[in-house]
């Protein structure tokens, strides 16, 4: 089964990153270019690796709080997408766009 909505996930080549400061530190970001083939994705690593840093990105990309919950909660979390620090270095591309997170 082909992942029905996220299908790929890089860095943006026309934006610039810091190496020596967040999220620019974090290994992974320079490199980044990731595949989504399956319709479930884990995520593992140490502590401090990225992990929900990135997750919270895709939830960004996907118009979701990158807090957590639905899109019901986003009138409650101002600034909801301001914890999302990586998502503007990122481009997504969709299968088809999530509807209802």
């Known amino acids: 089964m082909t992942a029905p909505f996220?299908?790929?996930l890089r860095r943006r080549p026309d934006t610039e990153l810091d190496?020596?400061?967040?999220?620019?530190?974090?290994p992974f970001v320079h490199d980044l270019d990731l595949r989504f083939d399956r319709a479930v994705?884990?995520?593992?690593?140490?502590?401090?690796?990225?992990?929900?840093?990135l997750i919270e990105?895709?939830?960004?990309?996907?118009?979701?709080?990158?807090?957590g919950g639905g899109?019901?909660?986003l009138a409650d979390q101002p600034g909801a997408t301001a914890a999302a620090e990586l998502a503007p270095h990122l481009r997504a591309a969709f299968r088809r766009r999530p509807r209802d997170g």
């Not at 190496?19 to 974090?26: K, Q, V, Y």
């Not at 994705?41 to 840093?53: L, M, Q, R």
């Not at 990105?57 to 807090?67: E, V």
């Open 6 to 8: 996220l299908q790929s």
């Open 19 to 26: 190496r020596e400061t967040f999220p620019g530190s974090l």
């Open 41 to 53: 994705t884990f995520f593992v690593g140490e502590n401090g690796s990225g992990k929900s840093t």
């Open 57 to 67: 990105a895709i939830a960004a990309l996907c118009g979701l709080p990158a807090g």
């Open 71 to 73: 899109r019901n909660e």
